[in-house]
């Protein structure tokens, strides 16, 4: 499994644009083979800075993600939008033994 992690921050006057899609990108992102989590959160320590964190099953999985035209026209508008931002981190992890 693969844990991906990234960040973004945002101008006062784009914060809520860019929270919206963001939104749309974790809800597409979500019905996508192999993405067993995907989420956004607002930090609670900077207000204007909104935290990713995804779980795939594989990294041919994370591949055809970051293929769909969807994620590259979701990573410009940000590039446009943000003030800053990290990431991808791209962390390989086990499967807990109970699962």
């Not at 597409?28 to 083979?33: A, G, K, L, V």
């Amino acid at each position: 499994m693969l844990i991906v992690t990234g960040t973004v921050s945002a101008h006062p006057t784009t914060f809520e644009r860019i929270r919206e899609l963001s939104l749309e990108h974790v809800r597409r992102s979500r019905t996508e083979p192999g993405c067993i989590s995907h989420a956004v959160y607002v930090d609670g320590e900077e207000p204007l800075r909104l935290f990713f964190f995804e779980r795939w099953a594989d990294r041919a999985a994370l591949q055809a993600h970051f293929e769909v035209p969807a994620s590259a026209k979701f990573i410009a508008a940000l590039r446009e939008l943000a003030a800053h931002a990290t990431g991808p981190d791209i962390f390989e992890v086990a499967e807990p033994a109970n699962a």
